[in-house]
């Protein structure tokens, strides 16, 4: 059971006792020692609070003196004497129950001016509450003592458990569960939860502020959200933290997570059915529209290629999957890189969780009627280096997946040199060894940013969308023909197709589409500032029986 935490009034009669048995001291003697800036570390205080304190003076006003945990206490004071002589601190520590313990304790003489000794945890009971003080001696005067400096000791650690309830839990579908801690000494504080086996180090309370897998437990509960991130076997791991700062044990709860119901749709990538919007924040990290700053973000900035340390200045895109996926994965490239980089997609958007895959460059070059052309003369050279512009772009020969259970695999647009390749996918997450010219061997796709709405002009082939970057005018193109005979001769020029809107890359510096965002059928546009905050311009047009888009509504 735990001691007692109040000072009975023979405990007070008993520390004045201890000050009058003190060694005398100089009192107002201007030369003798001085002490001062008490403190103890671990500081004590209340995690839950934020609130700590190296000295609590007055152990019995608001909730009284702070905690420490289970472990050593070092205690330390600034001494010197005006002589300028060696001196000696001497710590006293006091169990202040009634009959408590004094241990006395001295750090060596020198001329400091900071002294410190450490009591070991053996010196303290769980539930006890305890004074110190110092004073100092340079061999002829001393010091007189410090004011004393109380704290509490917790040395059982929280209890810690996960809870959820009956229903189903699904892919993509965000599912329930109940943090649970309970503390008989300094009381519960706060708890840490991650469906990763592993726990980090050093975490605090206050990380709540920056991490969204860190909440505070009212009432020794807290509510949480997961959506699992692929199906089969998942759990939920949670530590807690109590008011001294002990941790408990591990806590896990395991539970089944079904395959995901939701329909596929290009741009979804964390398995809802819907399209998603990725943005940098204002740290450099990519996150998904309205994404909470303390949830894991779906790129993390050290991430980007490159050691750019930000994604604010990186060609990405995601539409649909190389390896034929339920999900986008996401393609990245820095400006003037030699490398290309595929981010893997485990199923919840987290795309730098582990290491890119290199995209090998296409080394045979096509003409739009199947002729070999020579790529070098074309502008096609051995790296990435001079690409431009990337764009995920989806199947070339129509976006309707072949099975429904599966996204077709996506093709690559981008612009080197001022020309347009097309670049299809190939088995093993591979874009094809072939990249077809389907601009001409002109420059005029130089100065465009590229933009994939998917099937945005009455048909089943995806459509391109390209923003100058000279003037802001977003105009639309698709493949004509048939999906065994596809015609590209609607992207030779980008300065001649039919006129959508004009956003200004001043006011819009990023702009992209990732299909239908509000749920009608159509297509949007999105534009993001240099904060991650993302603009909607709702398409307008029809949505059956392939959407077409006309124009688009006021931002949102």
Not at 278 to 291: E, I, Q
Request: hydrophobic fraction near 35%; glycine fraction near 12%; charged fraction near 20%.
């Amino acid at each position: 059971m735990k001691r007692a935490r109040a000072l009975s009034t023979a405990a007070l009669a008993l520390a004045v006792g201890l000050a009058a048995a003190a060694p005398a001291a100089a009192v107002g003697d201007p030369a003798a020692p001085t002490v001062s800036a008490p403190r103890s570390s671990p500081v004590p205080g209340f995690h839950g609070e934020d609130r700590y304190s190296s000295c609590y003076t007055n152990p019995y006003s608001g909730s009284g003196a702070g905690w420490i945990g289970n472990g050593d206490v070092t205690v330390s004071a600034t001494a010197a004497s005006p002589s300028g002589e060696a001196v000696e601190t001497t710590f006293q520590i006091w169990d202040t129950a009634y009959g408590g313990k004094r241990t006395v304790q001295t750090a060596g003489s020198s001329r400091g001016p900071r002294f410190s000794t450490r009591f070991t945890a053996g010196n303290f009971v769980d539930g006890g509450q305890y004074g110190w003080r110092a004073r100092a001696t340079d061999g002829k005067l001393t010091s007189p003592y410090t004011p004393w400096c109380y704290f509490r000791v917790d040395k059982t650690p929280p209890t810690a458990k996960v809870t959820t309830d009956a229903k189903p839990k699904k892919v993509g579908q965000e599912a329930s569960f109940t943090l649970h801690g309970t503390d008989t000494g300094s009381e519960i504080a706060c708890a840490r939860w991650q469906t990763q086996q592993t726990f980090g180090v050093g975490w605090k309370c206050s990380d709540e502020a920056t991490d969204l897998h860190v909440v505070r437990l009212v009432d020794g509960k807290a509510d949480i959200k997961v959506k699992p991130e692929t199906w089969g076997s998942q759990a939920v791991y949670l530590e807690t933290m109590d008011n001294a700062g002990n941790v408990s044990q591990r806590a896990d709860l395991s539970y089944y997570a079904q395959s995901s119901t939701a329909p596929i749709a290009l741009g979804d990538i964390d398995a809802d059915g819907k399209p998603d919007v990725l943005a940098p924040d204002a740290a450099g990290h990519l996150r998904t529209r309205g994404a909470d700053p303390r949830d894991t973000p779906n790129a993390h900035a050290a991430a980007a290629p490159d050691d750019l340390g930000s994604w604010a200045r990186v060609q990405y895109t995601h539409r649909g999957s190389l390896h034929q996926d339920r999900v986008d994965d996401l393609v990245a490239h820095a400006p003037g890189g030699a490398g290309l980089y595929l981010f893997y997609n485990a199923g919840a958007g987290h795309f730098t969780e582990q290491g890119p895959g290199v995209v090998d460059k296409p080394n045979t070059c096509k003409d739009v009627t199947g002729k070999i052309i020579d790529c070098a003369k074309n502008g096609l050279g051995g790296n990435w280096s001079k690409v431009t512009g990337i764009a995920a772009y989806g199947s070339p020969r129509g976006d309707t997946p072949a099975d429904g259970q599966s996204l077709t695999r996506t093709s690559l647009l981008f612009v080197e040199n001022g020309r347009l390749w097309l670049a299809e996918s190939a088995f093993g997450s591979r874009l094809s060894r072939e990249a077809t010219l389907i601009s001409g061997n002109t420059t005029r796709w130089a100065g465009y940013d590229l933009l994939t709405p998917g099937r945005a002009q009455g048909t089943d082939f995806p459509t391109l969308w390209a923003r100058s970057q000279k003037d802001g005018t977003v105009r639309a193109f698709t493949i004509k023909g048939t999906p065994a005979a596809p015609d590209f001769s609607a992207f030779a020029n980008p300065a001649v197709g039919p006129v959508l809107t004009t956003l200004a890359p001043a006011a819009h510096p990023r702009v992209g589409s990732d299909g239908d965002l509000t749920g009608d059928g159509i297509p949007d546009l999105w534009s993001a500032d240099a904060s991650g905050k993302v603009t909607v311009f709702p398409g307008k047009g029809t949505a059956k029986p392939y959407p077409t888009v006309t124009g688009f509504g006021a931002g949102r």
